[in-house]
Structures are given as C-alpha cells and as structure tokens.
C-alpha cells in the first residue's frame, strides 16, 4: 500500500481523451474499457479493417456485462472511434501503444507520437518484454515514456503495472497511475526489469507447465492441477489465452532457458498461437478451450 500511495493516489489527473494503437488482443480491449468508463477513444491500427474485429468484440463485451441496456452499449461504444490515421494522437490525454511486440516498430509509432502529443499528455507502451529504455532510447525526451502494462483478459484483470526506468518523469508515472485508478484498476509501481513484477513470477511457472505437457501430461491435466490449487485458471489454457508468440517473447529472456519446450515449439511453427488462431495447446471455439491436440 506503501507503494501505492508513493505514486499519489491523489492525482487530480482527469484523463478525457484515450489514444490507443494496435487494435489486436489488448489494445482492443484496453481501448472497450476506457470507453465503458466514459472517456472518448480513439483506436488506431493500420487499417480500418483491422480495427473493426475490436469494435466488434466491445460491442459483445458490452452486450453482456449491461445485460442487453442498449443505452449503455450505446454510451460506450459511441466513444469508441476508429482512427487508422492515428488523428487522436494530437489530442488525447493518454497515448497507448500496444502493437505488436517489436522494438524498431515500436520506436518508429513513438517518434510520430512524441512529435505530434500534447506536451502534458501521457505517452506509454504495454509492452511486456522489451526494455522501456530501449523503447525511449529514440525519444527527443526519454523520460516521457512510461509502461502502463495491462493483463489479458483486460475486462477482467484488475492488476495494471505502471512501469518507470531511472530517469523516467515521475510526474508522467503519476498521472499514468491516476488513469489506472480512473478505470477502476490497481496500479502497481514497478521498475523496468525484465518481466516486471507479475511475468517475473509467471514465466517459470508457465515453462514448467509446458515442459510437464512435454514429459506427456495431457494439458488438461496440468490445468486441472493449478486449478485445484486455487489458481483461477489453468497455466497452459493461460498461456493459450495470452498467446503462444507472447507467452514465449515474454518467457525467454525469464526464464534462462536454452531451448523453449518442445510441443510450444511445434504449435509456434504451425502458426498455432493459442486463442487467437484457433488453435494452441488447445482448440478454441467461441472463445472456451476445447480438448487438447
Ligand atoms: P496483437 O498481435 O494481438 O496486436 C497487435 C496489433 O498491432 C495488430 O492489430 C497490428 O495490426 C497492430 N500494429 C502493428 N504495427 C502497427 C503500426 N505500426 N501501427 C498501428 N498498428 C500496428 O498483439 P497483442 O497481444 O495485443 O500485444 C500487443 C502488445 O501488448 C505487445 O507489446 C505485448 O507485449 C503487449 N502485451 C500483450 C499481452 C498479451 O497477453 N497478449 C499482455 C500484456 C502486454
């Protein structure tokens, strides 16, 4: 709790605009859960059609939780905008990049974001492996850059971790821990290190899982395990969820080891990356693991 109120509980950053980019697993839903909470966002990718499976998936998500209310669906996904231009840049409060998981085109959006931001606006990445110093390192000002690192399944995870390096700007990690608070999440401060907090933890427990998968442990055995345990979902069908191609850039530089497993490594070379191909250690359909492969 310390910590907590170390990064101003108190802010009075009121956050009205939400720029997200990278309309896929999370910053889809990053994007539908700012907009629940009634702040305009813009959500860019690189093209109309790759931002409107989000649009959509926030449409379902808000038809469930408001049970059918279709004025609050409407509240909520009327803030929700396409921008494949990336037009909000310029005006949000908060920038969110969640592309994909690659350093050069990660600096290349920053360095359209830093010249075109509000200079009080808050710039982040949700990244969950690459280094925030790296990141910066093509920034004009490096310490603007801050992570504001979400857990899949966003709607659901409360835990968000608000990222600084040495010589991040502690005023910009103060305002990205009051947007967490402003959508109802935790922000937990932490240092730029490899997996953070949470993946610090997760990488192992996730490599162990597949390697007992690997050693002949039908998945659904390992998950049922965990789940007896007390853990509230599975590490295989977790690492299904979250992506095998994530799972694995996050696991590697964690966990030391040499080689990845070996039944990870044949479902990432099918392209087999878990929930959202379809197909990963299990085969999904309508969103719920079926049986394994
Ligand atoms: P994803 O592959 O589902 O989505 C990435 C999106 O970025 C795609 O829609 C792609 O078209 C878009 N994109 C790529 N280059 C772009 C560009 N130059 N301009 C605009 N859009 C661009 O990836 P996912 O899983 O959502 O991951 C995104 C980021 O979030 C990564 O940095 C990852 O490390 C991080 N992350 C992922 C988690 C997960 O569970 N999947 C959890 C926490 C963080």
Known sequence: ???????????????????????????????????????????????????????????????????????????????????????????????????????????????????????????????????????????????????????????????????????????????AAAFVRKIDKLPLPVKSAPGFLVNAVLGPYLLEAMRCVDEGIAPEAVDAAALAFGMPMGPIELADTVGLDIAMAAGKGLTGAAEPPKKLAELMAAGNLGKKSGKGFYTWVNGKPQKSQ
Do not use: W
Request: proline residues 5%.
């Open 1 to 175: 709790q310390d910590r907590l109120k170390a990064f101003g509980k108190d802010s009075d950053f009121a956050p009205k605009h939400v720029h997200v980019i990278g309309a896929g697993v999370m910053g889809g839903d990053i994007a539908a859960v700012c907009a629940a909470k009634g702040m305009t966002v813009t959500l860019q990718d690189q093209s109309v059609e790759r931002i409107a499976p989000a649009i959509k998936r926030a449409a379902e998500f808000y038809a469930k939780r408001y049970r059918g209310d279709k004025k609050q669906v409407r509240f909520a996904l009327d803030r929700l905008i396409a921008d494949p231009q990336g037009a909000g840049v310029a005006q949000a409060d908060v920038i969110i990049e969640a592309i994909f998981e690659n350093l050069e085109v990660k600096q290349k959006v920053f360095a359209d974001v830093e010249a075109r931001a509000k200079p009080d606006a808050v710039i982040a990445t949700n990244t969950s492996s690459l280094k925030l110093e790296d990141i910066a390192a093509t920034f004009r000002n490096p310490s603007r850059l801050v992570g504001i690192h979400f857990f899949n399944p966003v709607p659901k995870m409360p835990l968000v971790e608000v990222v600084t390096a040495e010589n991040s700007d502690a005023d910009a990690a103060k305002k």
